[in-house]
Structure formats: structure tokens, C-alpha cells
């Protein structure tokens, strides 16, 4: 939460992702090569069918998700609907003001001209964020598991959570997320004593 709060005073593109990853779940990759196509504001939903690596030499190469299950479509809040709304109206108006400089790649994330962002920049802004707030050093990737924690705390179906994901099988949720179905586990005993006893 206090990070969220923070992000309030961030250039826009750069609040936009990290609240996305933060929302989502989505890989680093994904965020990158996410285009507009893919955002479905009639029907809050956000599917993920790309992704964008960096090969050196400022090259940024596009590929599938890693596996079939990378592939997926998944239904986004209304408060993530607004934010993605309120960047695209930035990122239309700053289009504007570049004419023909602008290349329209239809990508949400972009370098100055429109062409796609590097994944490392998404990175290398982070750490510094988190170095001039005072905060606790955490790579990109733990919003990842940030968002899947939360998931489960709340009470997400397993299955769920993996789908969102992209995760293979949900064994690998299994694994990675042991610690916090572990609480859920002693959660749910607890609760299953209480209808007992008042039965």
C-alpha cells in the first residue's frame, strides 16, 4: 500500500507499469509486449499472447509466452480499467505532440517515439525508485509474487491463480506458493473447528 501511495508522484508510464505488475501478475516481458489490441475495456479483460526480450545491441525482439498456458486471457479491475484509460489518454497526447515523429507500434509501453520499450528500463527505473523512497531492495519479479500472495490470502482458488498467471500446471503454483497455502491450510482448519463445535 505504502508503495502504491508513492507511485502517485511517478511519471505516468512508469506508475502505469509497476501498478500493472502489482494488479496482474504479469512477467516483465508480458507488460513490455503489451499492445492495445489486447485490452478489452467493454469486458474489463486483458489477455496476454506476446512478449518482448531484449537481445542487446538496442534490439527488442517479440516471441509467444514461453508456454501454451502463457497464453490466456484474464478480467482486470475497474480501477486498473481507469488508470489504463487515463495513460492512454496521455500516451494519445503525447503522440500528438511528436506528429510525425511518433511511430505508432500500438505498444502501451514505448521508448520516447512510440517504438517498444526495453525491459531493462522498466527494471533500472525500479531499483532507483525503491533506493530514493527507502525501500526495502526487492527485484521486479517479487510483485510477481506479491500479486499471487495476495491471491491466495484472499481466498483465490489455486487453479485461479495459476491461470492468471500462466503457469504450466498448477503444481507449479503448488511449489512456488507453499508458504502461503500453508496459512490458508491452518486457516481453514480453524474455520472448519468453529462450524463444528457449533453444530
Known sequence: KHLIDL?????????????????????RGELCGLEWKD??????????????????NKSVI?????????I????????????????????IENALKLG?????????FTTWNGTPGYP???TAWFSDFLKKNKLPKVTLHSLRHTNATLMIA?????????????????????????????????????KLDKIIRKS
Open 7 to 27: 507511485l502517485n508522484d511517478a511519471p505516468i508510464q512508469y506508475r502505469t507499469m509497476i501498478d500493472l505488475l502489482i494488479f496482474t501478475g504479469i512477467r
Open 39 to 56: 485490452i478489452d475495456f467493454e469486458n474489463r479483460t486483458m489477455q496476454i499472447v506476446r512478449s518482448s526480450q531484449y537481445i542487446g
Open 62 to 70: 517479440t516471441k509467444e509466452p514461453k508456454t501454451k498456458s502463457g
Open 72 to 91: 490466456r486471457k484474464f478480467v482486470i479491475s475497474d480501477t486498473l480499467c481507469k488508470m489504463l484509460k487515463e495513460y492512454r489518454k496521455w500516451q
Open 100 to 108: 510525425e515523429q511518433w511511430i505508432n507500434t500500438d505498444r502501451l
Open 120 to 122: 531493462d528500463t522498466v
Open 154 to 190: 484472499e481466498g483465490v482458488d489455486v487453479c485461479t491463480v495459476s491461470r492468471r498467471l500462466g503457469h504450466a500446471n498448477t503444481s507449479t503454483t503448488l511449489n512456488i506458493y507453499a508458504h502461503a497455502l500453508k496459512s490458508r491450510d491452518a486457516e481453514a482448519a480453524e
